[in-house]
């Protein structure tokens, strides 16, 4: 009997929340779709990747009253899918496929789209986070960047690779073949010069290197393979220099329209330019999007910036909290506990590119002079490196959250004020446990 009524209080507990959700799972070349059994005599469909197959597909869930539907984030197979449904009313939830795997016996993609329709129903699935659309249009544009950047290190490399089979060791003397001098030697090369002390003539004044030493690193074979290996590898990295400063266009159009202020941001540290920042003033752009100057945090420059605003806007209201922004972006302690024992406190594995991004504007706190860079270095006396650069992107995140949603500028007190408040806090501990073994702290006034 008592069996009996704690059964029934627990499915009293389990109220559909959602009667009119459906769920989708997604594939490549067709997608299955399950809505409410009593909605249709068939309520498992299949419908084609085809564009005309989704507009049906969206077309029969209007017809079934469906108002709330959930997806699997399969690849990128889901994005026409999401963006047509959204754009037909329908609230759509991208859920993670981690959340709805290990489900005994359920391996079809018709019960995994029925599973998909129950979980929903209950309110089981929280949808993933994906910023407004506009916002998305500058993420992608950002990622499109970002993925040029990498085609031309590739090309770098093979520059370097075509030199080297030559034997010509222009980077034992020169350290960067794509900086002003080496690109200059490189092209007298590929133009028919052969002379080493012509070429090392071509050298900056700021290149530390002699004109003796540059001359004899270019003493090679002049193979004729590799000589065209390394003008294809110029003519591609000249290909990738035109598509940044198209794709720096786009993303100067996009800021615009997305600009919720005048004015521009006011002067801080005089700070060296990102070799691969766009051309154009990305600095002001930012301010103008988002009312304040992220690049005042130390370690955050205008890539960073857009990296981070790219992937999550200048809107945090769907972050209950700075916390919740840390979980999101993967850069909080792990809550593994049983039995009341803390299991672990690892950070969970996420391939988050804004905390990506903050990971590295965190490595280059290393020699700062601020309150975060004093921060960084006592996080590396405490624990290993990886673990000193996660705590510090989760400072910065957190910095970053109230400067967009307070709109207030960031002021850096310096390290010696870090210093002194670590030094309060230390006394402070150490007078409550005197104080709890019946013992008082005296101060030394004599000089150490």
Known sequence: MAQRKRAATEAATISLTHPNAAGIDIGSASHFCAVPPDRDEQPVREFASFTADLQRLADWLDACNVDTVAMESTGVYWIPLYELLESRGFTVLLVN???????????????????LQQLMSFGLLHGAFRPGDQVCVLRALTRQRATILRSQGRFVQHM????????IQLANTISDIVGETGQKIVRAILAGERDGLALAKLKNSRIHASTEDIAKSLQGNWRGEHLFALKQAVDAFDFCVRQLLECDGQIQAQLQVLQSCQGAPAKGKKRGRARN??????????????????????????T????????????????????????????CPGTKITGGKVMSGKTKRCANRAAQALRLAAAALRSSKSALGAYYRRMCARMDRAKAVTAAAHKLARLIYAMLTKGEEYTDRGQDYFEERYRQ???????????????????????V
């Open 277 to 302: 920042a766009p051309k154009f003033d990305l600095r002001t752009q930012l301010f103008q999007m988002c009312g304040v100057d992220l690049t005042r945090i130390d370690g955050v420059d205008v």
């Open 160 to 167: 370097q690779k075509a030199l080297t089979q030559m034997n």
């Open 425 to 447: 806090r230390v006394l402070h501990n150490l007078a409550q446990r005197a104080k709890t073994m019946g013992m008082q702290l005296v101060p030394n006034e004599s000089p």
């Open 97 to 115: 496929a981690r959340h709805v795997k290990n489900v005994s016996g359920r391996k079809s993609d018709v019960l995994d789209c029925q599973w």
């Open 304 to 331: 960073t910036a857009l990296v981070v605003v790219s992937e999550v806007g200048s809107d945090m209201r769907r972050f209950a909290s700075d916390k919740h922004f840390a979980s999101w972006l993967g850069l």
